[in-house]
């Protein structure tokens, strides 16, 4: 039986969400257990770094242990990332959990950007990034069709997907899980980018490091999330998704705009550091990818 294990390694969480989610998980026929600080406190934190830290390595170190799935983001892993050891277990999260997602890039090992505890718990059965979920844990192929938006450029990459949230992947810049470090010694994979709750021009300062520092330059393709809750500026003089375009224009890789990917009830989730295709047209955008 495939197993679960459930860790907060940043923010606090709700302890039915914990328990919301591992009873629809054993619905699947999934064994699911809890890191021992999964349900703690320590101001916005779930348990001390110390003891997030514990549960990380117990659950990376346990061999009954499958997938770890995250309970939530929030802010805690830009404390202990570099503490982690090694990834070599599928990671399951978003938001915060892109630091988690770096440090497996740099193992060559797969993750799953996607839905957790809260979502898993509360979204219908059959709504859409449930059954996405369920079909990536159950290593089934991956299959989105998304309706075209007016700033996509057309074009088709096959690579596999790094990234996540924004502010998370800026704030790695210049460490080991950095994207500039990362892509410099691998081979130009498509880039996801979304965030939350940010200004207008910290968007603009953030994406316009990852053009300086040579990220942008070095990609197959870029998927651009939601930006929840991030207005736009008009001083800036355009909206949040044309800062971005702006910035990309000069690259001729195929650029995918309002993905239903990020800080959203409809977030589907992606398998990353995995190779697949992204064909993007007037009709809309069309990715596919092999199982695990």
Known sequence: MTHLRLISPSGVIDPQYIEGAATRLRSWGYEVSEGTHARDQWGRFAGTDQDRLADIIEALRDPSVDFILC??????????????????KPIIGFSDITALHQASAYSDQF?????????IATLPEDSEPIR???SLLADERMDYFWPAHPMNHYGTAYAP???????????LQGTRYGLRDQLFRKQFPILL????????????????NLKMSGVLAHLSGLIVGQFTDCEDDPSMGCTVY???????????????FNAPVGHVEHNLPLRLHSTIRMDITPDGAHITGKGM
Do not use: F, W
């Open 71 to 88: 309970s939530r983001g929030g802010y805690g892993l830009q404390r202990i990332i570099d503490q982690v050891p090694p990834i070599h």
């Open 161 to 171: 997907i790094v990234g996540g949230n924004l502010s998370v992947l800026y704030g």
């Open 193 to 208: 980018i979304e965030d939350i709750c940010e200004r207008h021009y910290h968007i603009d300062r953030m994406i316009r």
């Open 111 to 119: 993750s799953i950007h996607g839905i957790m505890c809260k979502h």
């Open 242 to 256: 044309e800062t971005i375009k702006e910035v990309v224009a000069e690259y001729d890789y195929p650029v995918l």
């Open 132 to 134: 996405a979920l369920r």
